[in-house]
């Protein structure tokens, strides 16, 4: 079956540093991935979808600037959050929509829990 | 418009019982409804999914049941399991033109008993 991957799957930094978070489709080509944060006990909220070779679309309320969005090739997205702060912990969880047969399935990576201190 | 609600925000329910989630939704561009189950501390794993086409579809002790009319799905678990215990999210998505943004429903933490 399609495997997405996250890297790392946790992390700790200081308040005002960055921090990159890799979304890799393992057996698969995705031309669109997405990014999601979770906070406890609550659903997912879509941050942004990313298209393989153009600029990520956010959703209202994201601050693009703050979460660097790059899709680099039809397997790797990676999100950057920029000068992180307490405010900005949370889990992220990204996806991958195989672009083959059956094109509507998202696949989602195990997540990646981000703390700042 | 956009909002899928689902009901109930928990449940629990005795081994061997069946398990009931329901989800409505407003947006009639919607045709395509997919069921994730998520553990603490994963990512959701898709569990099944529904076009509008059909009315019912089954995948061992899980069954999707669709009421277009209504606007409404359910995922019924049947037989359920201390391992089923998890949270359940519904979500819908317009394939049409779109790059298969998913709409999440609240989640629904199931709880299976011994």
């Known amino acids: 079956g399609a495997v997405v991957s996250q890297h790392p799957s946790r992390v700790i930094c200081k308040s005002g540093t960055s921090v990159k978070i890799e979304c890799r489709s393992l057996?698969?080509?995705?031309?669109?991935m997405f990014w999601y944060r979770q906070f406890p006990k609550q659903s997912l909220m879509l941050m942004a979808t990313?298209?393989?070779?153009?600029?990520?679309?956010?959703e209202q309320g994201v601050e693009k600037d703050k979460f660097l969005i790059n899709h680099a090739s039809l397997t790797l997205s990676t999100l950057t959050v920029t000068s992180a702060h307490p405010e900005d912990s949370s889990f992220y969880i990204c996806?991958?929509?195989?672009?083959?047969?059956?094109?509507?399935?998202?696949?989602f990576g195990p997540g990646t829990r981000l703390l700042v201190l | 418009q956009q909002q899928v609600k689902q009901s109930p925000q928990s449940l629990i329910v005795q081994k061997g019982g069946i398990s009931i989630i329901n989800c409505a939704y407003e947006?009639?561009?919607?045709?395509?409804f997919p069921w994730y189950q998520q553990f603490p501390g994963k990512g959701p794993a898709l569990l099944i999914a529904?076009?509008?086409?059909?009315s019912e579809k089954k995948e061992g002790r899980f069954t999707i049941s669709f009421n277009k009319s209504a606007k409404q799905f359910s995922l019924h678990i049947m037989d359920s399991q201390p391992g089923d215990s998890a949270t359940y999210f519904c979500a819908a998505s317009p394939l049409s033109g779109n790059t298969g943004k998913l709409i999440f429903g609240q989640g629904t933490t199931l709880q299976v008993k011994p």
């Open positions: 990313s298209n393989e070779g153009s600029k990520a679309t956010y």
């Open positions: 057996d698969f080509q995705a031309t669109t």
């Open positions: 529904i076009r509008p086409d059909v």
């Open positions: 996806s991958a929509r195989d672009g083959g047969l059956a094109g509507e399935t998202q696949y």
């Open positions: 947006n009639t561009a919607f045709d395509y």
